[in-house]
T-cell receptor, first 113, second 113 residues
């Protein structure tokens, strides 16, 4: 059974720091991995999608890596800003079958001025 | 802006009642999934519809049911509401059998009293 874990559960940092959020999964047979941002009480905004054959994806100040063999992904946020404050969720899509995403519980990030 | 809309935004029901939540996807997005997100947790997969038929289901009882329509809209119906059904309900859509990411709606917050 696939399980997704995110560490840390919460993080509070001063503005300008570079951050690393961690995601681990128990079954390496994944189709892809997706990082989302969620503001309080809101829906999910897709940040980065990494296919199982890829090692990393970059968008602006965000970089996500994927190591299938070790069951890990990291989301790197450069030069954090107060506007980055949100909950960050990773989700894996399992290989075969349908479109089910399995989510971690998220990392709640607070960036203070 | 993901192009996925949900209604209503908020809803309050009492235990034992029935509720219908609605989702409207982008044109051409023939796969829609529904997720339940309890407070402080990651979303949990309820079920998926493709071309108006359910083709995948998570660990949710039959009182959770759905419909998908040809105009790319869909519904989630929950009968005999329980207090634990209080959550944010999210729908997500995408093109089937592609590398495209899933696009999530803003969610419906359901409170069961």
């Amino acid at each position: 059974k696939q399980e997704v874990t995110q560490i840390p559960a919460a993080l509070s940092v001063p503005e300008g720091e570079n951050l690393v959020l961690n995601c681990s999964f128990t079954d390496s047979a994944i189709y892809n991995l997706q990082w989302f941002r969620q503001d309080p009480g809101k829906g999910l905004t897709s940040l980065l999608l990494i296919q199982s054959s890829q090692r990393e994806q970059t968008s602006g100040r965000l970089n996500a890596s994927l190591d299938k063999s070790s069951g890990r992904s990291t989301l790197y946020i450069a030069a954090s800003q107060p506007g980055d404050s949100a909950t960050y969720l990773c989700a894996v899509r399992i290989s075969g079958g349908y479109n089910k995403l399995i989510f971690g519980a998220g990392t709640r990030l607070a960036v203070h001025p | 802006e993901t192009g996925v809309t949900q209604s209503p935004t908020h809803l309050i029901k009492t235990r034992g009642q029935q509720v219908t939540l609605r989702c409207s996807s982008q044109s051409g997005h023939n796969t829609v999934s529904w997720y339940q997100q309890a407070l402080g947790q990651g979303p949990q997969f309820i079920f998926q519809y493709y071309r108006e038929e359910e083709n995948g289901r998570g660990n949710f009882p039959p009182r959770f049911s759905g419909l998908q329509f040809p105009n790319y809209s869909s519904e989630l119906n929950v009968n005999a509401l329980e207090l634990d059904d209080s959550a944010l309900y999210l729908c997500a859509s995408r093109y089937r059998d592609s590398y495209n990411e899933q696009f999530f709606g803003p969610g419906t917050r359901l409170t069961v009293l």
